[in-house]
């Protein structure tokens, strides 16, 4: 998989600081051992949708979701295909080992991981992608639950429906946290006229979400 | 009506649930075991249709009832367990009822935050109900955590006295998805009291041969299967599996082959598969194997098996003597003792000790945590060690894998107490040869109290090989005839008993000079009387060093592999560059975040100055050039916490030297936080930076972890009286839990300032939350800490 050190570094808050050769050798270190412990476990699967004014059906299940901002974002699509991924769960176990022991360690390794699972799903919506383009569709861009006004409770019944525990062992705690803890659920609409092109930049990828103190958005934002 | 289960002949279970019901219309996402309330005939038609076709068992549809599942669904466990043995034994007749326990769903500490204890209580709901309903037995399946399916068994076992089968499932790498390969499934599960066990789901029949032969290697238990038919593939809208009956039959027949005697279906699989299966299994009859009888322990992904090469027990985690560890034991100061533990593991260790035995602890609580927390970073397989049987027990109850339990003794009232436990919870235990009378001095008679305890064992269920006996060392200062007498019982007992050994090696020293001359030198007479492992200090060169040139020259390294890696870069590598450290080296080193380095900095200046001058001249001066530094934006956050972990080595070191010269110089401490991830929030990344630079800056930190009992925050600031807590969560989903902690510290606490951080918090939410303070960063939580304190 490809895991770009630029993007690790923007996840680290890097902004052209001095990078003495301890520490560019601890980033190659990180890169090279979260590509060991990575798991590419991912399932999605392709349904059929109906838009109602404020929510969203999926046909022949029991799913609907209730959110203005998804079915916008869905808005010209009649399918939708539900992705889950996870890096699996010894990426947790690393990170645990590396937080209480080599704290800067953890820390790189951390933003590695969150750019391996951004570059996974890269990978699943492309799989999505040609498989749609056969059926003579164009995606949109990937919606997860907690953007906008879509409910990260719908994280139940996504996890649910693709049985993304019994085949990813991806579950959620009773507060709808994700374990292992580099997992993505996301909705990628199917519609047949083009999409426009995405102009947000990396910054902008932050804009949806309700992590307003976020680090890593903190710092793109002090960046940008 | 007799409905016992048998496993002298082959025994057929069904096949899929879920498949017929998806065949009979059930939508995605829909709960199936609702089932059982709105449409019991239809659940009972499935049924039928497996004992149509010869099923032997029938698997209730209760797969999810419990009570995570359930929740929110209306619908509680006790009805739709009820209900699905009740369905299943309307249609089963004499034939057998098993109770279906699956997964709950949710991950088990220490990477999730399921608890053993709430998965317990979980199982056991409903094992009670389905009990009572009449189900004729247990089947605990799908398991992908070892730590689940203990929790689950002994809910069984407890709960109810039918028989018990597991199962676990396993991915294309050969492990379960929390990592267990299966012969270390075989050796935790077998030993818990199971009556069955074996592999269901994971990939089709033929991928799983493998696994399978793996397992009937090592189990003493008949060994079931349940295959999938075939490996799911996802086609558009549908999961589909691709084997059809009569090559999954054929299938069975080769596993029937190979010697698994329990045979039905997972996932894709139907009536006309389980008939295929029945059908392809006329004429065999079950073959008998004879499994490889090992010595073994594991933790949940790693099993040492005692066989010949010796195995290096780290001895470090017991506070006899030390009195950092003691002190860090008293003030729950975890990291070191992570530290510790990883530390012998790097240095070669297969196995850890832990003794947490001080009398002014809550030996049993702090013994629970320890092992929580060493489980958590360490792979290693655990020997407990405590004189108190209920530390023991509650040990060995929350302990993933299969431990080992040090020890028993010759003593009957020891014997009578310890050895149940053994049994129980499957360990492995160390017989320590002495009794009543103390150690005996002849090897003879050190051999017929060995003799006497396994026996004893026996009669408790427990094998020879799950014994491992310790032949004790006397002092050579004070008895120095009977030392031999312990290298020869160390080969009486291999040769007339047959069990593996153990010692704890440098006791032989006591009272005398240049000890590790001796040690090392009885460790080699004692290993070349075959001697299986060494309670010792891995960080002693010596002792290792011996045991690595004995395996080279018992032939145990073959090819001298792993000697040579050790030894034949050595003296390159340890050139370390070792400058006179002055004061401004010190500074250049934490300013550099040379963390390797700091401790010999300090140890240098130790020489002319106290440790509170080192960290008002040295350690404060630097982390604020290194403070205004990051603010400046000249370094990143990897770079403040590179300096941060070196100030902490520095720490470390003066705190070690004030220990040492006794001054318990206390003044080093500006003032007590409690920091917590907050209930429900697993994310503590965040938390740990805050944590090591209040340190840095002289804060006394309780790091409670994350995932906190609100109670359990409250608890720490009373009995410590402390003035400030830190909380921190990163969902809204959990900022509720952290409103409800500042509550109740509200209440219970009222003089106690609550500062705040994580992503999704502002000034404003902090506010409204109740918070005393938000902190944005972790430099700010400093800076919050300095005016409550300073005032």
Same mark, same amino acid.
């Given at each position: ?8 570094? !923007?996840?680290?808050?890097? +902004?052209?600081? /001095? $990078? #003495? ?5 601890? %980033?190659?270190?990180?890169?090279? =051992? ?65 937080? !209480?022991?080599?704290?800067? +360690?953890?820390? /790189? $390794? #951390? ?5 391996? %699972?951004?570059?996974?799903?890269? =990978? ?101 | ?791």
């Amino acid at each position: 998989m490809n895991i770009e050190k630029n993007e690790v570094l !923007r996840y680290l808050g890097y +902004k052209d600081q /001095v $990078l #003495d050769e301890g520490m560019e050798r601890l %980033i190659q270190e990180c890169l090279a =051992e979260i590509q060991t412990i990575l798991k590419k476990n991912y399932v999605y699967q392709i349904f059929d949708i109906e838009r109602q004014e404020d929510s969203i059906r999926f046909k022949g299940t029991d799913l609907a979701f209730q959110s203005r901002d998804l079915s916008r974002h869905l808005g010209k699509s009649d399918k939708c295909a539900l992705m889950a991924a996870t890096l699996g769960l010894e990426v947790d176990k690393r990170l645990a080992y590396y937080s !209480r022991l080599n704290l800067t +360690k953890g820390i /790189v $390794l #951390d933003a590695c991981a969150t750019t391996a %699972i951004e570059a996974l799903c890269d =990978e699943v919506e492309e799989e999505v992608r040609q498989e749609a383009e056969k059926a003579g569709y164009c995606l949109t861009s990937r919606y997860s639950p907690g953007y906008g006004d879509l409910s990260i409770y719908y994280q139940k019944d996504i996890i649910t429906v693709l049985q993304a525990y019994s085949r990813l062992g991806l579950s959620l705690t009773e507060d709808y946290i994700m374990l292992p803890r580099k997992s993505v659920t996301a909705f990628i609409g199917w519609q047949r006229e083009e999409v426009q092109a995405d102009k947000c930049g990396s910054v902008d990828k932050c804009s949806g979400c309700d992590k307003k103190n976020c680090l890593y958005r903190k710092w793109g934002k002090r960046n940008g | 009506m007799d409905r016992k289960i048998k496993f002298d002949d082959f025994l057929i279970f069904d096949g899929a649930m879920g498949t017929m019901l998806q065949a009979y219309g059930m939508k995605a996402g829909e709960l199936s075991e609702r089932y059982n309330i709105d449409r019991p005939e239809l659940i009972e038609k499935i049924h039928r249709s497996y004992l149509a076709v010869g099923a032997d068992v029938i698997t209730t549809n209760t797969f999810g009832a419990n009570r995570f599942k359930l929740l929110d669904t209306g619908l509680s466990v006790e009805e739709v367990v009820t209900k699905g043995v009740e369905i299943a034994r309307k249609a089963a007749g004499n034939r057998l009822v098993a109770l279906d326990l699956g997964p709950l769903g949710q991950l088990m500490e220490p990477y999730g935050n399921l608890s053993f204890e709430a998965a317990y209580d979980a199982f056991k709901e409903q094992v009670r109900a389905g009990s009572s309903a009449g189900a004729d037995l247990i089947l605990i399946e799908t398991m992908a955590d070892v730590y689940e399916a203990r929790a689950a068994i002994l809910a069984a076992k407890e709960n109810s006295d039918l028989p018990v089968i597991c199962t676990m499932t396993f991915q294309a790498d050969g492990r379960t998805l929390t990592g267990t390969d299966p012969m270390t499934m075989v050796n935790i599960v077998q030993n818990l009291g199971v009556d069955a066990l074996g592999i269901n789901c994971s990939l089709g029949p033929k991928e799983i041969i493998p696994l399978v032969q793996e397992i009937l290697k090592y189990s003493k238990l008949p060994v079931i299967v349940q295959p999938n038919a075939g490996l799911p593939k996802v086609k558009g809208k549908e999961t589909v599996f691709e084997i059809g009956p009569e090559e999954f039959g054929s299938y069975g027949r080769e596993l029937a082959q190979m010697g698994v005697r329990i045979l039905g279906g997972c996932c894709g699989t139907t009536p006309e598969h389980i008939r295929a299966l029945k059908e392809a299994l006329q004429g065999l009859r079950p073959v008998k194997i004879e499994p490889f009888r090992i010595t073994a322990a594991s933790s949940a992904t790693k099993t040492v098996i005692f066989d010949g090469k010796p195995r290096i027990i780290g001895e470090r985690l017991n506070p006899t003597g030390k009195k950092r560890l003691k002190e860090a034991l008293k003030s729950r100061d975890f990291d070191y003792i992570l530290r510790e533990a990883v530390d012998q593991k790097d240095h070669g260790a297969d196995l850890l000790d832990v003794n947490v035995g001080l009398p002014e602890i809550d030996e049993k609580a702090v013994m629970v945590r320890t092992i929580k927390e060493v489980q958590g970073i360490v792979n290693l397989p655990l020997q407990l060690d405590s004189v108190k049987p209920e530390v023991i027990e509650a040990g060995v109850r929350i302990c993933n894998g299969r431990p080992i339990v040090n020890s028993v003794n010759g003593e009957a009232k020891v014997l009578e107490t310890i050895l149940p436990i053994v049994k129980k919870y499957g360990c492995l235990v160390v017989a320590l040869t002495l009794d009543e009378k103390g150690i005996p001095e002849t090897a003879e008679e050190r051999l017929r109290i060995a003799e006497r305890i396994i026996n004893k064992a026996a009669e408790y269920g427990i094998s020879k090989e799950d014994i491992i006996v310790d032949c004790l060392v006397l002092t050579a200062s004070a008895q120095q005839k009977e030392v031999r007498e312990t290298v020869k019982a160390v080969r009486l007992v291999k040769e007339k008993l047959g069990v593996k050994t153990l010692l704890g090696v440098s006791n032989v020293s006591y009272g005398l000079p240049a000890r590790g001359i001796l040690n090392r030198t009885f460790l080699a007479m004692t290993l070349a009387e075959g001697l299986d492992s060494a309670i010792l200090n891995p960080l002693d060169e010596d002792m290792m060093a011996t045991v690595k040139a004995f395996n080279v020259l018992w032939n145990y390294d073959q090819g001298s592999k792993e000697f040579i890696a050790a030894y034949s870069e050595l003296k390159k590598q340890e050139t370390v560059p070792h400058t006179s450290a002055t004061g401004r080296d010190l500074k250049k080193i934490i300013i550099d975040g040379l963390r390797e380095e700091a401790a010999a900095g300090v140890r240098e200046l130790l020489k002319n100055h106290t440790g509170l001058e080192i960290v008002d001249n040295y350690l404060v001066p630097a982390l604020d050039v290194v403070g205004e530094r990051y603010e400046r934006g000249e370094i990143f956050l990897p770079q403040l916490i590179q300096s941060a972990e070196t100030v902490k080595r520095a720490f470390e070191v003066i705190k070690e030297d004030m220990l040492k010269n006794a001054s318990a110089d206390q003044t080093m401490e500006k003032g007590k936080i409690v920091l917590a991830t907050v209930k429900g929030d697993v994310h503590d990344i965040g938390k740990n930076i805050v944590k090591i630079l209040l340190e840095n800056y002289g804060y006394k930190v309780y790091d409670l972890g994350k995932d906190v009992a609100i109670e359990r925050i409250v608890e720490t600031v009373q009995q410590e009286k402390v003035p400030l807590v830190g909380l921190s969560a990163l969902m809204t989903t959990t900022v509720v839990n952290m409103e409800e902690t500042i509550n109740a510290l509200r209440k219970s606490c009222p003089g106690c300032k609550v500062m705040v951080g994580g992503a999704v918090l502002n000034e404003e939410y902090a506010r409204m939350i109740g918070a005393d303070f938000y902190c944005e960063d972790a430099k700010e939580a400093v800076k919050t800490a300095e005016r409550v304190f300073l005032k």
